[in-house]
Nanobody, 126 residues
Framework: QVQLVESGGGLAQPGGSLRLSCTAS????????IGWFRRAPGKERERVSC???????IHEDSVKGRFTISRDDSKNTAYLQMNSLKPEDTAVYYC????????????????????WGQGTQVTVSS
């Protein structure tokens, strides 16, 4: 059974940090590209960061310099380290896996992510 389970969300103050984890099972994790997405209230889902199977990563401009995606294939886990959080980072964060693991992950369309987690809430507020 394929599963992606996010954890690490919660409440943070502006300027604070959180680290999200995405733990996978049921598929060959180290072959897949992993993406982190978010959906803020009243907004479309957007990709935040992605990493391919050789650990080449891309971060969207809105989080560049603040968020870092990484992966530990020995643990079947991907991470999103979020620093200098802003209220506009408030959203439900999802991880997803794409079989196009060798691609430049920024070129992977959302519909090419086959597996999705259930999401974890991140709220940035004082």
């Amino acid at each position: 059974q394929v599963q992606l389970v996010e954890s690490g969300g919660g409440l943070a103050q502006p300027g604070g940090s959180l680290r999200l984890s995405c733990t996978a099972s049921g598929f060959d994790f180290d072959y897949y590209a992993i993406g982190w997405f978010r959906r803020a209230p009243g907004k479309e889902r957007e990709r935040v960061s992605c990493i391919n199977n050789v650990a080449s990563a891309i971060h969207e401009d809105s989080v560049k310099g603040r968020f870092t995606i990484s992966r530990d294939d020995s643990k079947n886990t991907a991470y999103l380290q979020m620093n200098s959080l802003k209220p506009e980072d408030t959203a439900v964060y999802y991880c997803a896996a794409s079989r196009h693991g060798g691609a430049v992950c920024g070129a992977i369309a959302d519909y090419e992510y086959e597996y999705w987690g259930q999401g974890t809430q991140v709220t940035v507020s004082s």
